[in-house]
């Protein structure tokens, strides 16, 4: 077993260790942390299936950033859901073919192929106006910036495993397949799929300590999940019923 | 007329570029001890500050999820950088709402995440010190937590919720704002924002009973203090005296006489705005609250109604029930509480008002949807009530009337510019200039369609834009209450023999 090979085995076990454990701390701070007053931005669903919809048109659509400017609408919503198609695309990588789930994985491949290019056309448009806007290159720090960096790094170096400069994807997934089950198998050495897999680590790493907290943040926001009906419903959080304790609403 | 330079207004509301530090210089009156202690805050400054705003930050993001979820969630995406009014009147770049929030997160950073503990530069974290607190002190009291920005974020980031929470922060080390704090201690102690104590009180009432049956032949009755009435009117005290304020006070009491209905104004509890919130205290939002409560319960009322009045509406519809409930003991038929509007409104649909357009025919309406009605509340039954009940009161007395532009309405409302507790002399720059994006939208109609008033619902911006309108070119009576339509046109029923005679159409 090469060096290489157990370096990056170390690796993947850390970065989905850190993503894992870190994720599930912040969610459930978010989920513990109480909201003791009843703050939905209004006109807001009055049922709790109505905050389903809201909720699924923010996640799905970006119904509030389509309101609030279209260009990052555009640019960020091509390169998410490209994303989200790369992602599942990267599915033939740990999933057997003899398996249940594998009818779509191939059918979603060529959706998944070209997304790059929109992925990467994304992302570029989300740094064009971090560079060009002055109100929004006031706001960029250089964590905006290098995020970027890496996800343009990462979305460029795949890309240019598929189009260009292919490797042994075979050993790849065997590579994967072998984490999954505990045993390191061999990995390509090739420059592009070490650069390629070592930023999927790093950002991985830095999910549960950076912005990318957004991804879970979403579903916890009061004033998009919550239910518009404070004079129907009283509303309390426990340390607001302590509080009244001591005092009494008297 | 001023010692700055009044915005100049355009054919439409242009994103300006950033300016930076047009607006360092704002800063409103510190709380002196005797405003201080009162609240439960330190009367100055305390030894170890920065120690104890650290531990307050720890706490509040303990208690408030929308803190902790808006301090993480931002992404810098941009979206909201022209969507406050500040922004956009004064073009200083902290008033952009990310940029303002940053001035807290990035200490939020410093303390309490790993990337700015270890990576400060990169992240842009910072030590709380005393040039970050004054900073802190000058934008967080250049917002007025209209919510604006939490329309446009993508993961629906409020800044007010970050204002709210570092003025909570800044009092709680010794840092209070004058003019909020000694309000609530006024409220705390006398029962409204003015101080005016009961006997005044009584004494404006009568004068204002005089006043209408003067003018109208009509012994409408403003009562005060009677027990067992139906329904107790909360109302902002600026409705007792102020202009146009105490014309919608005499629409709610006309509209109560013709509905035939018992109530009463309470002098306990004679405040309907909660200063409470603009401070970000809970503690002292939940004490003012509690006096209606009181009220409520001393005078064995059935209903509560509350006046026309914008953050008074949001802690009335929004937080009254969790500050001060459970209200077990009114009549469960109604809301509690309801909205004047919506009292006045039902009684419109059941066809128990009349109305003589014809008297506010001088007049072509349009109506501001107060930043906080309109983001954080609801009336009636169905979402978007907030705008279309007013504006069905305003039409069912006035026959010309238009709507602003509808991207300057609506939940896209801009702020009056003088809320959230800016609506002191000591930020008339900030006043005047975050008034502009109303203006020039009031601009748009006036030249379009020859509007010549605008109907408003808080008493907040009634005051704001009685001052403001003067400074572009407009005048202050401009500014009109709803019920102050209504109180022009409404019939009253035993005005004459005639009128006396259509009341036999009434129905149920």
């Given amino acids: ?250 | 007329m001023a010692d700055f330079e009044v915005p100049e207004l355009k054919e439409y509301i242009e994103v300006p570029k950033y300016k930076d530090g047009t607006m360092a210089h704002s800063s409103p009156y510190i709380a002196k001890e005797k405003f201080q202690e009162p609240l439960g805050y330190p009367g100055e400054l305390i030894e170890n500050w920065e120690e104890k705003a650290i531990e307050k930050m720890g706490e509040l993001k303990g208690k408030y999820r929308s803190f902790q979820v808006f301090l993480d969630a931002c992404v810098k995406c941009g979206a909201c950088t022209d969507k406050c009014h500040y922004y956009l009147g004064t073009l200083d770049p902290k008033n952009m709402p990310v940029a303002r929030q940053d001035l807290l997160r990035k200490v939020y950073r410093r303390y309490f995440t790993f990337a700015g503990k270890w990576f400060p530069k990169l992240v842009g974290a910072v030590d709380l010190d005393k040039d970050v607190l004054d900073e802190w002190y000058s934008y967080f009291h250049q917002c007025s937590q209209c919510r604006r920005c939490s329309v446009y974020c993508p993961y629906g980031i409020d800044t007010a919720e970050i204002s709210m929470a570092a003025r909570e922060i800044m009092a709680s080390v010794g840092v209070g704002q004058k003019y909020c704090n000694e309000i609530i201690g006024k409220a705390n102690t006398i029962g409204n924002n003015l101080g005016l104590p009961e006997p005044a009180l009584a004494d404006t009432l009568e004068g204002l009973e005089e006043e209408v049956e003067e003018d109208t032949g009509v012994a409408v009755k403003f009562p005060l203090d009677q027990k067992g009435a139906d329904i107790l009117l909360v109302t902002p005290s600026a409705d007792f005296f102020a202009e146009p304020h105490v014309d919608g006070l005499i629409g709610y009491a006309k509209v109560f006489h013709e509905a035939g209905a018992s109530w009463t104004i309470s002098s306990y509890a004679s405040e309907a705005a909660n200063f409470g919130m603009f401070i970000g205290s809970y503690e002292n939002m939940r004490r003012l609250s509690l006096r209606v409560r009181k009220a409520a319960q001393d005078l064995g009322v059935k209903r509560i109604v509350f006046g026309e009045c914008g953050h008074a509406w949001r802690v009335a519809y929004s937080f009254l029930n969790t500050l001060a409930g459970p209200f077990d003991f009114l009549d469960p038929n109604y809301p509690v509480p309801q909205h004047i509007c919506e009292y006045t409104y039902d009684l419109i649909q059941k066809d128990k008002l009349k109305f003589n357009k014809t008297e506010n025919d001088h007049m072509t309406l349009t109506f501001h949807d107060s930043c906080n009605v309109a983001r954080a509340t609801r009336m009636g039954d169905k979402p978007g009530g907030q705008f279309d009940i007013p504006r069905a009161v305003i039409k069912a007395a006035c026959n010309n009337y238009v709507d602003m532009p509808a991207d300057t309405i609506g939940e896209a409302t801009f702020c009056c510019g003088g809320g959230g507790g800016l609506l002191t002399d000591d930020l008339m720059e900030l006043r005047v200039k975050g008034a502009m994006p109303r203006m020039q939208a009031l601009k748009t109609v006036t030249d379009d369609y020859g509007v010549t008033n605008i109907a408003a619902i808080c008493a907040i911006c009634k005051s704001q834009f009685t001052k403001v309108l003067p400074y572009y070119g407009f005048t202050m009576d401009q500014i009109v209450s709803v019920h102050q339509l209504v109180s022009d046109a409404i019939v009253l029923s035993d005005a004459t023999s005639d009128d006396a005679d259509d009341s036999g159409e009434e129905q149920e």
Avoid: C
């Avoid at chain 1, 004033?223 to 005092?247: C, F, I, M, S, Y």
């Fill in chain 1, 1 to 250: 077993m090469s060096a290489l090979s157990v370096t990056y085995a170390i690796l993947f076990y850390v970065a989905t260790t850190v993503l894992i454990v870190g994720l599930v701390y912040k969610i459930r701070l978010y989920a513990k942390t109480p909201a003791p007053l009843k703050i939905p931005t209004t006109p807001a669903p009055v049922t709790q299936t109505g905050v389903v919809f809201r909720m699924a048109r923010e996640v799905v659509l970006f119904s509030s950033l389509f309101k609030s400017n279209k260009w990052i609408w555009i640019f960020g919503w091509m390169f998410h859901f490209a994303l989200l198609l790369v992602l599942l695309r990267h599915f033939r990588y740990f999933v057997d073919t003899s398996s249940p789930i594998w009818f779509w994985v191939p059918l979603i491949q060529p959706f998944g192929m070209y997304a790059a290019f929109a992925m990467l056309a994304g992302l570029g448009g989300l740094w064009a106006r971090r560079i060009l806007v002055d109100r929004v290159r006031y706001i960029s720090g250089p964590s905006d910036h290098l995020m970027l960096a890496l996800l343009v790094a990462i979305g460029a170096s795949g890309a240019m495993m598929k189009f260009v400069e292919h490797t042994d994807i075979v050993a790849v997934k065997g590579f994967f397949q072998g984490l999954l089950t505990f045993s390191i198998q061999p990995l390509p050495g090739d420059p592009v799929l070490l650069i390629h897999l070592a930023l999927v680590a790093v950002l991985m790493l830095i999910f549960p300590i950076s912005k990318l907290l957004h991804a879970p943040g979403i579903f916890f926001s009061p004033t998009r999940n919550q239910v518009d009906n404070p004079r129907e419903k009283r509303h309390q959080a426990q340390w607001t019923v302590e509080l009244e304790a001591d005092g009494g609403n008297k």
